[in-house]
């Protein structure tokens, strides 16, 4: 996997409860047979099927947080996101506004958060981690006859949006259950050479995110140094909760 980190990969959710916990388990490429890496916990509260707050963290095997996200959507529509890389002491945020998303970093501190860039964007239709389930489920029945569907997607390190393309690879199985298998990938031709494809599975039946591939924001360290990240991960669902 090349150097190109999308963060929405860690932290999709679909919001069917007003009060839901999902657990998903983050792995090594290849080894979905050992214990997990990281544990990743999302606690989401919704008043309808569009409209949710959801507050998450994700743990290594040590029981310590290395990253945290917080969001608010409204209408099937992003509001706010905050993520923070407690590993690199990084953070991102987007709120979007009126006619505007305002993409900003910070650097964290011991003294608190230190911004460290800011950049509007005129506000146009994307999608992000939120809101994958809801847009895929929108673009099933296209997706499910083999065309491909594109859409902007929010990449919060790069405080802007990038053009992505959806494409059904093909049906397999997954913890039992039958999935739709899609590559995801830059719509852009310059950036797809330089940008390996993820791969996400959804259940057939239920539309929920059950499997990722791909490069994510969390870091490894190897011979003394931190190292990105690319990981198989298997995303629990409060009706699966046993199935890892």
Do not use: C
């Amino acid at each position: 996997m090349k150097s190109f980190i999308i963060l929405f990969q860690l932290l999709p959710f679909f919001a069917w409860a007003n009060v839901q916990t999902r657990v998903s388990k983050i792995y090594e490429i290849g080894k979905l047979q050992e214990p997990p890496l990281f544990v990743q916990t999302t606690e989401i509260q919704s008043e309808d099927l569009g409209t949710f707050t959801s507050s998450a963290k994700i743990e290594d095997r040590d029981g310590k947080v290395v990253m945290t996200e917080k969001v608010a959507v409204r209408g099937a529509t992003l509001i706010s996101q905050f993520v923070e890389q407690l590993q690199s002491m990084e953070a991102w945020e987007l709120v979007v506004s009126e006619n505007k998303m305002v993409f900003k970093t910070y650097k964290i501190t011991k003294d608190g958060r230190r911004e460290d860039g800011k950049k509007a964007e005129e506000v146009k239709s994307f999608v992000n981690g939120p809101l994958i389930e809801m847009f895929i489920a929108k673009h099933w029945d296209v997706l499910t006859e083999g065309k491909s569907v594109k859409t902007a997607f929010s990449v919060l390190e790069l405080q802007q949006t990038v053009n992505f393309t959806f494409q059904k690879v093909s049906d397999g199985y997954r913890l039992g259950k039958q999935v739709m298998i899609i590559k995801m990938k830059p719509a852009n031709l310059f950036i797809s050479m330089l940008v390996d494809p993820i791969i996400i599975e959804f259940d057939s039946s239920t539309k929920k995110m059950v499997y990722f591939k791909g490069r994510t924001p969390l870091k490894v360290l190897k011979s003394g140094e931190w190292k990105p990240f690319d990981a198989e991960i298997l995303y629990g669902h409060p009706e699966t909760k046993n199935a890892f």
